[in-house]
Nanobody, 117 residues
Framework: QVQLVESGGGLVQAGGSLRLSCVAS????????MGWYRQAPGKQLELVAV???????NYTDSVKGRFTISRDNAKNTVYLQMDSLKPEDTAVYYC???????????WGQGTQVTVSS
């Protein structure tokens, strides 16, 4: 069974940093695309960052210059380095992973990130 296990969430003051990690396991195929969604209270689900093999990275405008997505293909792990955090970054962050040519997207359980002012 495919599983995405997240870690790194928590409480941090504005201006601080956190690094989220997501380890994917259980797939016999490479996850070509991995990324992060988030959902803040009262807000719509938002794609934060995505990294795709042979394509590169994309970020939502609000996090550009502050967040960095990266991956370790050997470990099937994706990271989200979050710097200069703002209270508006407070949300549940979800890891996603997708195999090329397969429509199904796997989701992690979500991890809470809370940024205090």
């Amino acid at each position: 069974q495919v599983q995405l296990v997240e870690s790194g969430g928590g409480l941090v003051q504005a201006g601080g940093s956190l690094r989220l990690s997501c380890v994917a396991s259980g797939s016999i195929f490479n996850f070509n695309t991995m990324g992060w969604y988030r959902q803040a209270p009262g807000k719509q689900l938002e794609l934060v960052a995505v990294i795709s093999s042979g394509v590169g990275t994309n970020y939502t405008d609000s996090v550009k210059g502050r967040f960095t997505i990266s991956r370790d293909n050997a470990k099937n792990t994706v990271y989200l380095q979050m710097d200069s955090l703002k209270p508006e970054d407070t949300a549940v962050y979800y890891c996603i992973a997708k195999v090329s040519l397969v429509s199904y997207v796997y989701w992690g359980q979500g991890t809470q990130v809370t940024v205090s002012s």
